[in-house]
């Protein structure tokens, strides 16, 4: 029994570890990647609508690139923490008071993490739209943009 919940203890520790690391990612890169991405964007939207460049389809799917790989790791994150709590579930107390309060408190603090997590998505992908459908749809032909 003693080995059960050692081992349950170290799975909590485990996951504890890796919903830090999450929560790191949300508090402090993840907000400056969305400065970097969101003034590359205003600066490309300008670009285009004030110079309306010959390059204007490279200049759009770079930018689409960018906003992609911004948005997988806000996905990613969000997708993690779903994951931990699911984790979670499989941790066995074995009646240890520790264990279930430890995991108890776990849960909450990445329930408090989603919305935040979430917040970052909705972010993203108006991001996104911004970019790509607003004032850009007046040059569709010269952006090629599928569907404004």
């Known amino acids: 029994m003693e080995a059960q919940t050692s081992h349950e203890k170290n799975r909590l520790q485990t996951i504890e570890q890796k919903v830090k690391d999450v929560e790191h990612k949300l508090n402090t890169r993840l907000p400056a990647q969305y400065r970097h991405v969101a003034a590359m964007v205003c600066g490309t939207k300008w670009r285009l609508l004030t110079f309306k460049p010959q390059d204007a389809a490279s200049v759009v799917k770079k ?86």
């Open 63 to 148: 930018m689409r690139l960018e906003l992609g790989a911004f948005d997988y790791r806000v996905k990613e994150q969000a997708e993690l923490l779903t994951r931990y709590l699911i984790d979670l579930d499989g941790v066995l107390s074995y009646g240890d008071a520790d264990i279930k309060n430890a995991r108890k408190a776990l849960v909450v603090f990445i329930q408090q993490l989603l919305p935040q997590a979430d917040a970052f998505k909705e972010r993203s992908a108006k991001l996104k739209q911004w970019l790509l459908h607003d004032d850009a749809c007046q040059f569709r032909e010269s952006i090629l943009l599928d569907n404004c």
